[in-house]
């Protein structure tokens, strides 16, 4: 290059991303990893405000994350084929184009998918910029949050950065049971992976799910027991990689650990509501399209405030029925229950974000009726809503107008609903009701 142009002429333009948080703040990230493995440690994403605004993300970019390694998209793929094999419980067929056809295609499906990925999709970065400084207007407050089957910490970094942008510190869990999509331990300064784990054909769904819920739960609580020693300024060990380049001290002061919230989506639905029994420094829970089988035959009784939100496709009859048991306890009558019309129950991750509108999509399971930006924002504005009351904060102005602006999409179910026959829930958005029966329970 000429010595005479000038330097900052080169690389300004900002790779594809997911669409920004709407909040007032940029977002920043520290990735975490603790000694001690699967068994001691903690892995883990913090999203959280900064005190640049929102505007100063793009210029921020070369400060953004890859949304997912090759290890991980592979094992997104590998997760595919297991699911395709032998089709889960959590998982409506109707909202999957041909998956029958693909299913014969599915043990060759891996071969060359992370240039497929890039074919279809280019690189795709998270705008949330790498160890920016941690606004210091106030303590913000603390959500914990569990990734569902499949996924990984940063599968959902649209909803956390959107919290974070709004003013939450978001501890994201990358959980180590085997039920991401793939995952890692350091060992010797290197990463060992983990593989998602397969369901064999002479295993029972719910013994696997169900030991796999309680190690869920134990991360979380270690999670918790990381995220107050950073808040109070005590020494943590980071053994990432990159722990070099992040300054865990800066959160000391700014983190309000007096009432943290347990949120989690599918799977993490699960571990929220198994955590909230056997966690009491949960102040509440949000449950997102919780999958309730690893605990149907769990009896759990938590006491915190609990709001379940649900898209419209994930009503299966045994999932509802479980939902009640918690939803109907009379001594804990802050129970809600809110759906969101159009919406499937992949429109939680990023994924619909990435792929254009097309066939690919739709095989997938990620076409929605109601765009799936919109169910994301949905869902961050009624978490955001459901927190800022339970910890006694004003709600924003902003969330509460967007809320009514789509009211025509939300619909809360009503005590008599909630105490009636399971079809009231199960048709209560007009949709049809699926007929449908947990695998686990035929195996």
């Not at 279809?120 to 089957?149: D, Y």
């Not at 959902?156 to 331990?185: K, N």
Request: hydrophobic share 40%.
């Amino acid at each position: 290059m000429p010595f005479w142009k000038p330097q900052q002429a080169q690389n300004t333009t900002p790779p594809k991303h997911l669409p920004l948080p709407t909040g007032p703040h940029a977002v920043g990230f520290q990735d975490l990893m603790t000694p001690g493995g699967v068994e001691e440690g903690t892995f883990l994403r913090l999203f959280y405000p900064s005190n640049l605004p929102l505007n100063e993300t793009i210029n921020q970019h070369r400060q953004w994350p890859l949304w997912a390694e090759d290890e991980y998209l592979i094992g997104m793929v590998k997760f595919m084929q297991a699911i395709l094999a032998r089709w889960p419980s959590w998982a409506p067929r109707g909202e999957f184009l041909f998956i029958d056809q693909i299913s014969v295609l599915a043990p060759v499906i891996h071969i060359g998918c992370t240039h497929v990925w890039r074919l279809l999709n280019g690189e795709v970065f998270c705008p949330i910029i790498k160890n920016a400084e941690i606004s210091k207007e106030r303590q913000w407050p603390l959500v914990v949050f569990s990734h569902g089957l499949g996924t990984a910490r940063f599968a959902y970094s649209r909803l956390c950065s959107d919290l974070a942008s709004h003013g939450i510190v978001v501890a994201a869990v990358e959980h180590r049971d085997a039920s991401a999509a793939a995952t890692f331990v350091m060992k010797d300064g290197k990463k060992t992976w983990i593989p998602f784990r397969r369901i064999l054909d002479t295993e029972k769904e719910y013994t696997v799910r169900n030991d796999q819920l309680h190690q869920r739960v134990a991360e979380v609580r270690r999670c918790l027991d990381v995220v107050i020693k950073l808040g109070k300024g005590e020494s943590v060990e980071n053994i990432m990689p990159d722990a070099d380049q992040f300054d865990l001290s800066m959160l000391k002061g700014w983190i309000d650990l007096r009432k943290p919230v347990m949120a989690g989506h599918s799977y993490g639905g699960a571990t929220t509501l198994l955590t909230l029994a056997k966690e009491e420094r949960f102040h509440h829970g949000l449950a997102l399209d919780a999958w309730l089988f690893p605990l149907k035959d769990e009896v759990a009784l938590p006491n915190q405030p609990i709001v379940f939100i649900n898209t419209e496709s994930f009503m299966n009859r045994d999932n509802i029925a479980k939902m009640k048991t918690f939803l109907k306890d009379k001594e804990n009558q802050d129970r809600r229950l809110i759906f969101i019309k159009g919406s499937v129950h992949q429109n939680l991750i990023d994924g619909p974000l990435i792929f254009n509108p097309g066939i690919v999509k739709r095989i997938m399971g990620f076409q929605s009726e109601t765009s799936p930006v919109l169910v994301l924002d949905l869902y961050a504005k009624l978490m955001l809503h459901f927190i800022y009351q339970h910890l006694d904060l004003e709600v924003d102005k902003d969330v509460v107008s967007f809320l009514e602006q789509h009211d025509s999409v939300l619909v809360e179910a009503s005590e008599d609903a909630i105490a009636g026959d399971d079809a009231d829930l199960t048709n209560i958005t007009g949709g049809v009701e699926k007929e449908k029966t947990e695998e686990g329970e035929r195996k």
